[in-house]
């Protein structure tokens, strides 16, 4: 396992997504990844994208007034 | 054995769509989509800034349809490509800046790219026969599908059984005569279908997918291309366009302010980039200089700012003004009475 982290400050719904996308891209199954936001919907909307990729949420937290969410990347093949 | 087909669907996010999506899910074709994001989508921006829109849902609606679904949602970025499209639409403007015919073939196109990438089979799209009145009409979609080159790998699947036969249903990878026949711009048979499915909670905006087609945010932004004396655009000009209160005492310049403290937090990001303004002796508005501001004009900018603050009753308020180079001055000023702003200052 390697642990990645993104930084998706000052972007707005849905540009962290889109960025975490193509983040977890490049990884393989099992590394994590924790991405940094202000943008409040990250809350939502990552949570979601993990879901429907079949990737998964290890933890939300608030690090100084920014949003991080770290997630473990599955990848099918 | 046969093959598993499938299909890639453009998600907007909105009901139609969903409901495409799921009508051919239904006859087992394997269903992914993906959600374009020009910059004016509106979903999420306004509710992620404003802070009384806060209690409001924040969910990006397309990935709420995806999840609802079961399906994979993959969302192209394609801010800078679409600049080709508004800046310049073939097939011209609807009613307001917003040159729908072009953006669906565009949005189509993207679509069947990804379907040659990923080896999918055709794709599906929320659109109903002469739902919008330039972009939907019966004898429009045909350019849509040509212009895309998706040809007749393109289905909609709530008007199919009124329109020619798609490859999909040809070669009976899906069933015809279990596909729509909607028509026209009432809402009733999706609603009805929707309660069919056991869909709630999905998203109905009013005007239509994107801030172009809203003529507040039209207005904007063809005031920013004429101050400008150019027609373009960056990322950052078009979010700021969905932000505050814009007022142009000047030609040489406009004011950005904040309305609430959400406002302020964003405009807060961008004071970098601008000479801005915020009132030091009372809580109040963080505002933005687009263009250039002489001396004399900066304390109108002062009086405007305070006039939006909690001293706006003062008669005197003190404002702090930074210019970009990180300079900064204080001001002391009279904040202008409501009818000492003319209403052509608000763009
Ligand atoms: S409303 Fe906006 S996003 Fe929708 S087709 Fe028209 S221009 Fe494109």
Known sequence: MTGFTLDARNLICPLPVVRTQEKVEQLDSGDELEVFCTDPAALHDIPAWCRIHGHQVVETSERRGDIVVRLRVHKLD | ?347
């Not at chain 2, 009409?137 to 849509?144: A, D, F, N, T, W």
């Not at chain 2, 200089?289 to 003062?314: K, V």
């Open chain 2, 1 to 347: 054995m046969t093959t598993q087909r499938k299909a890639v669907a453009l998600i907007s996010g909105g009901l139609d769509s969903m409901l495409a999506a799921k009508i051919i899910l239904n006859q087992g074709i394997h269903v992914e989509g993906v959600n374009i994001f020009t910059g004016f989508c509106v979903a999420g921006h306004t509710h992620a800034i404003r802070a009384r829109d806060r209690n409001k849902s924040m969910r990006n609606h397309a990935l709420w349809v995806a999840d609802q679904l079961g399906i994979k949602l993959h969302i192209i970025d394609v801010i800078e490509e679409y600049k080709q499209v508004l800046l310049n639409p073939k097939h011209g403007y609807g009613a307001n800046l917003n040159p729908c015919l072009d953006c669906k073939g565009f949005m189509v196109r993207k679509a069947r790219e990804w379907m040659d990438q990923h080896r999918f089979d055709f794709i599906i799209t929320g659109e109903v026969v002469g739902q919008r009145p330039k972009s939907q009409l019966k004898h429009k979609l045909p350019i849509i599908a040509r212009e895309s080159e998706a040809f007749d790998r393109l289905l909609r699947p709530l008007s199919a059984q009124v329109l020619e036969p798609t490859l999909p249903e040809r070669a009976g990878w899906v069933d015809r005569e279990k596909l729509g026949r909607i028509t026209g711009r009432s809402r009733k048979a999706q609603m009805a279908m929707a309660d069919r499915f056991g869909f709630s909670g999905y998203s109905q905006p009013a005007g239509g997918c994107c801030f172009l087609t809203d003529s507040n945010y039209s207005a904007k932004l063809r005031d920013l291309w004429r101050m400008r004396g150019e027609r373009r655009y960056e990322f950052d000009d078009i979010m700021l366009l969905k932000v505050g209160r814009h007022l142009r005492p000047r030609p040489n310049f406009k004011l950005i302010v904040a309305r609430d403290a959400g406002e302020n937090r964003f405009l807060h990001g961008f004071s970098k980039r601008f000479t801005h303004l915020y009132t030091d002796s009372h809580p109040g508005p963080l505002a933005l200089i687009d263009g250039h501001a002489s001396r004399d004009e900066l304390e109108l900018a002062a009086r405007i700012t305070a006039r939006f603050g909690q001293g706006r009753a003062a008669s005197q308020v003190r404002v702090k003004v930074t210019q970009r180079d990180g300079h900064q001055q204080v001001l002391s000023v009279t904040p202008l009475s409501q009818d000492q702003i003319p209403k052509e200052w608000y763009v």
